[in-house]
T-cell receptor, first 116, second 113 residues
Framework: EPEVTQTPSHQVTQMGQEVILRCVPI?????FYWYRQILGQKVEFLVS????????KSEIFDDQFSVERPDGSNFTLKIRSTKLEDSAMYFC??????????????FGPGTRLTVL | KQEVTQIPAALSVPEGENLVLNCSFT??????LQWFRQDPGKGLTSLLL?????REQTSGRLNASLDKSSGRSTLYIAASQPGDSATYLC????????????FGKGTTLSVSS
């Protein structure tokens, strides 16, 4: 069964450094998402992406964050100048066509980001 | 602003018991509601999706219901097994948020053998 994959599974970085989290969505899906989950907190929406541009973004997704689809298979989240509070599990998700009521978002296994 | 609440936060049951997990949301203007399973330190596995026009969905031992007007959904698990131990998350897709899912904090289920 097709699945969303993410690399790396765990990323440790120093405060102020830039990190890139990578995702390979399910191949026939058109919409891509990033969510994050701070330890013990709810899963929070960051951004959705369609047709090579941001579709929606939350208040969390400020200028520190950017997303890109550099080729036909990868979808990346870049976090510039990381802060301690960026430590979280970051989930990538994809879906076929969210403009329908039956659209299911499929999540990857996550990347645990630790900022020291 | 849409808020999603799940009660109880944790639940422990003996194997074989039938159980119900609850989810409530503040705004009934939703496209759909999804139930997920999350194992410790792992990703989210989609269990069931209920469209706003539907009342329930079934998959194996799982049955999810939706009462949009009252802002409630339940996930019924029949004949629970130790392998069902996980955190169960409820998420709604509200009209106002476009494609974003709004999650509850989850119910952590422990099934003992």
């Amino acid at each position: 069964e097709p699945e969303v994959t993410q690399t790396p599974s765990h990323q440790v970085t120093q405060m102020g450094q830039e990190v890139i989290l990578r995702c390979v969505p399910i191949s026939n899906h058109l919409y891509f998402y990033w969510y994050r989950q701070i330890l013990g907190q709810k899963v929070e929406f960051l951004v959705s992406f369609y047709n090579n541009e941001i579709s929606e973004k939350s208040e969390i997704f400020d200028d520190q964050f950017s997303v890109e689809r550099p080729d036909g298979s990868n979808f990346t989240l870049k976090i510039r100048s990381t802060k301690l509070e960026d430590s979280a599990m970051y989930f990538c998700a994809s879906s076929e066509a969210p403009r329908t009521r039956t659209d299911t978002q499929y999540f990857g296994p996550g990347t645990r980001l630790t900022v020291l | 602003k849409q808020e999603v609440t799940q009660i109880p936060a944790a639940l422990s049951v003996p194997e074989g018991e039938n159980l119900v997990l609850n989810c409530s949301f503040t705004d009934s203007a939703i496209y759909n509601l999804q139930w997920f399973r999350q194992d410790p330190g792992k990703g989210l596995t989609s269990l069931l999706l209920i469209q706003s026009s539907q009342r329930e969905q079934t998959s194996g031992r799982l049955n999810a219901s939706l009462d949009k007007s009252s802002g409630r959904s339940t996930l019924y698990i029949a004949a629970s097994q130790p392998g069902d131990s996980a955190t169960y998350l409820c998420a709604v897709r509200p009209y106002e948020a476009g494609t974003a899912l709004i999650f509850g904090k989850g119910t952590t289920l422990s099934v003992s053998s």
